[in-house]
T-cell receptor
Framework: ETGVTQSPTHLIKTRGQQVTLRCSSQ?????VSWYQQALGQGPQFIFQYYREEENGRGNFPPRFSGLQFPNYSSELNVNALELDDSALYLCASSARVGTDTQYFGPGTRLTVL | ELKVEQNPLFLSMQEGKNYTIYCNYSTTSDRLYWYRQDPGKSLESLFV?????AVKQEGRLMASLDTKARLSTLHITAAVHDLSATYFCAVGSYNTDKLIFGTGTRLQVFP
């Protein structure tokens, strides 16, 4: 059984650029959630996808968007990058909505210059 | 809006000592999670607590939940250096996997 994987590990972008982060959910999991963790803070919920549909969104602007594919992998897209977007982006998967535990991937460290 | 607060934010403790981390949340929730995070790493699931009075233990860590008081505790017994990490509590609900995380408690165990 493979765990949650994310790519890339690290990424450096400049303000105004666009970025796509990728996540492969754990085998058998159909729900993927994305979180942003700024340095020294707790993760903040961006949005969740369940069976390819968005299933909840946190307080993030529309330039944060996502997709989930038929194999339940997911993408997080961020347009018009700002300096404050620099953070660790975590993907978490679970077997179903409302299940007991979310399993987190290793994260993508995004630096915006 | 649901808020989750942890205290203390920083904890420096000697090996062999006991201590408790507290997690308070502002509205009703039906599940409480504890995660561990090592520097630069992802989150490792420690415990999930699903009902009032739930208690779970793993090694030197024990977590409990009081839903009436909206309080969870993470108790550390006879701390060892390997427990040094940041510990987060997170609150969720049955209808969504959205987790609201606390501020985190950075634990440092020294000899």
């Amino acid at each position: 059984e493979t765990g949650v994987t994310q790519s890339p590990t690290h990424l450096i972008k400049t303000r105004g650029q666009q970025v796509t982060l990728r996540c492969s959910s754990q085998s058998g999991h159909n729900t993927v959630s994305w979180y942003q963790q700024a340095l020294g803070q707790g993760p903040q919920f961006i949005f969740q996808y369940y069976r390819e549909e968005e299933n909840g969104r946190g307080n993030f602007p529309p330039r944060f968007s996502g997709l989930q594919f038929p194999n339940y992998s997911s993408e997080l897209n961020v347009n018009a990058l700002e300096l404050d977007d620099s953070a660790l982006y975590l993907c978490a998967s679970s077997a179903r909505v409302g299940t007991d535990t979310q399993y987190f991937g290793p994260g993508t460290r995004l630096t915006v210059l | 809006e649901l808020k989750v607060e942890q205290n203390p934010l920083f904890l420096s403790m000697q090996e062999g000592k006991n201590y408790t981390i507290y997690c308070n949340y502002s509205t009703t929730s039906d599940r409480l999670y504890w995660y561990r995070q090592d520097p630069g790493k992802s989150l490792e699931s420690l415990f999930v607590l699903l009902s009032n009075g739930a208690v779970k233990q793993e090694g030197r860590l024990m977590a409990s939940l009081d839903t009436k008081a909206r309080l969870s505790t993470l108790h550390i017994t006879a701390a060892v250096h390997d427990l040094s990490a940041t510990y987060f509590c997170a609150v969720g609900s049955y209808n969504t996997d959205k987790l609201i995380f606390g501020t985190g408690t950075r634990l440092q165990v020294f000899p």
